[in-house]
């Protein structure tokens, strides 16, 4: 009699663990995310500037890049934010009314206490706006190689005499 009591009890459990599964579907959420490159809007009567500054103490471009960027591009005045990790470098345009160099250093290392900010300097156009020449596509020069793949565009130097670099009309 215990040897059936035990075989109906094993027997219930096991129907009851497989059939009481809770199967509901995945439930699919769509988020509005505010993206870095969305265009804040410009006050016409307001002076723009553009600082460029070393940021030291980053060690990856998603996390520590990609989160000073953000805090950066959320401050009050500022129109334009890129945090470039492997030249350790930022730029920022900003109204100058509501940002001073001083506030962007804070914002920095406000995010953590390993960022450092140094060489900050306002400029006309950003290090990467200087380079006007760009090398055609599929070009094999040496000076149009990217050195990471092989293959894919990067600017000329400014004193390339090859046929690949010559100024676009």
């Given at each position: ?23 509901k579907e ?10 870095t490159e ?132």
């Amino acid at each position: 009699m215990k040897t059936i009591t035990y075989i109906l009890g094993a027997t219930l459990c096991f129907l009851l663990a497989t059939n009481c599964k809770n199967n509901k579907e995945a439930e699919v959420k769509t988020i509005e995310v505010e993206t870095t490159e969305a265009k804040k809007e410009l006050d016409p009567n307001a002076t723009y500037a553009k600082a460029e500054f070393t940021v030291k103490g980053m060690t990856c471009a998603v996390g520590c890049a990609a989160t000073i960027e953000k805090k950066i591009a959320k401050m009050e005045g500022v129109t334009y934010a890129k945090v470039d990790f492997e030249n350790e470098l930022a730029m920022v345009e900003y109204d100058e009314a509501k940002v001073t160099p001083n506030s962007l250093e804070a914002t920095v290392t406000g995010v953590a206490d390993t960022y450092k900010v140094s060489d900050m300097k306002t400029v006309d156009a950003f290090s990467n706006e200087a380079k006007t020449k760009a090398c055609e596509p599929g070009c094999e020069k040496d000076c149009c190689k990217n050195k990471a793949t092989g293959t894919e565009k990067m600017a000329c130097k400014a004193d390339c005499k090859k046929a690949c670099c010559a100024q676009k009309a």
